[in-house]
Nanobody, 116 residues
Framework: QVQLVESGGGLVQPGGSLRLSCAVS????????MGWYRQAPGKQRDLDAH???????NYADSVKGRFTISSDNAKNTVYLQMNSLKPEDTAVYYC??????????WGQGTQVTVSS
């Protein structure tokens, strides 16, 4: 069974930083992509950042220059460094992985609240 466990969410003031982590465990063949989505109350789930197994990254326009995605392939872990956080970044953040011949798996989500 594949499990994704997220950590690092919490309450932060505007302008602050958080680092999210997502550790993957279980039987997986080959991860070809990892990333983070967010979902604010009443809104759809939107992509924030994506990284391929070759290190190619992609960001939503709203987070470019503020968020950085990285991965440790040896540890099957993906990170999201979030700087200059804004109240509109408040959401539940979900990590995901794409695995060859297995499909896409999701984490349970971690709450990020940006408020003074």
């Amino acid at each position: 069974q594949v499990q994704l466990v997220e950590s690092g969410g919490g309450l932060v003031q505007p302008g602050g930083s958080l680092r999210l982590s997502c550790a993957v465990s279980g039987s997986i063949s080959s991860i070809y992509a990892m990333g983070w989505y967010r979902q604010a109350p009443g809104k759809q789930r939107d992509l924030d950042a994506h990284i391929t197994n070759s290190g190619i990254t992609n960001y939503a326009d709203s987070v470019k220059g503020r968020f950085t995605i990285s991965s440790d392939n040896a540890k099957n872990t993906v990170y999201l460094q979030m700087n200059s956080l804004k109240p509109e970044d408040t959401a539940v953040y979900y990590c995901y992985i794409g695995v060859l011949r297995q499909g896409v798996y999701w984490g349970q989500g971690t709450q990020v609240t940006v408020s003074s």
